[in-house]
């Protein structure tokens, strides 16, 4: 309860039970408890600060206790998976950012420049590949296939990625992870 600090001016008042109480000593026991002192409020004081003390009180602490919790071990593992994070369903993005804080704008972004990396890397791969020249009859077909399959996946990797980033410039709340547009479009329909 970091609000609960000791001052000689303009003392923090605590209510509990609509009775008044001031604070006048916090006692440290090992690293994780720690005790308070109070004393009944004096009365011609003006407080500094106010708590009530009570069971909403103590929910809003347990909550923000169990958030610093998660938050202390899953936000950086979070912020790792970030580009991945980004590819995910806007909402499953709106909930992830809800819970952990992670930007669903900023893994979004960082998704689609690694879908911009993989595009290239796809599109020098398949010339690579097809400025190769191959001597086996059956290695040519094989190869036209590998070629028309990078084709078509290099045209679905670029118009996800317009869509995507178009729905990031238009500044939307939840912006589209990979291939949603293809719902609001098949949905269109």
């Known amino acids: 309860m970091d609000e609960w600090d000791v001052r000689h001016n303009r003392k923090t008042v605590v209510y509990i039970n609509d009775e008044a109480w001031?604070?006048?000593e916090?006692?440290?026991f090992g690293k994780k408890?720690?005790?308070y002192i109070l004393d009944p409020w004096p009365g011609m004081e003006i407080p500094g600060r106010m708590i009530r003390y009570g069971e909403e009180y103590v929910s809003n602490r347990?909550?923000?206790l169990k958030r610093m919790r998660l938050e202390s071990w899953l936000y950086p593992v979070l912020y790792v998976l970030k580009p991945l994070i980004g590819f995910l369903p806007s909402g499953v993005k709106a909930k992830i950012e809800n819970v952990s804080g992670v930007s669903a704008r900023e893994a979004t972004m960082i998704s689609i420049l690694v879908e911009i990396f993989l595009f290239f890397a796809s599109?020098?791969?398949g010339l690579v590949i097809s400025a190769d020249g191959v001597p086996a009859h059956n290695a040519i077909y094989w190869m036209g296939k590998i070629v028309f399959i990078q084709i078509v996946f290099l045209l679905l990797l670029l118009i996800d990625m317009l869509a995507r980033y178009g729905s990031y410039l238009r500044d939307e709340g939840r912006p589209l992870?990979?291939?949603?547009?293809t719902w609001s479009w098949i949905g269109r329909r």
């Open 33 to 35: 408890e720690v005790r």
């Open 62 to 64: 347990d909550e923000a």
């Open 177 to 181: 992870g990979l291939f949603e547009w």
């Open 123 to 125: 599109a020098i791969f």
């Open 22 to 24: 001031c604070l006048v």
């Open 26 to 28: 916090k006692q440290f």
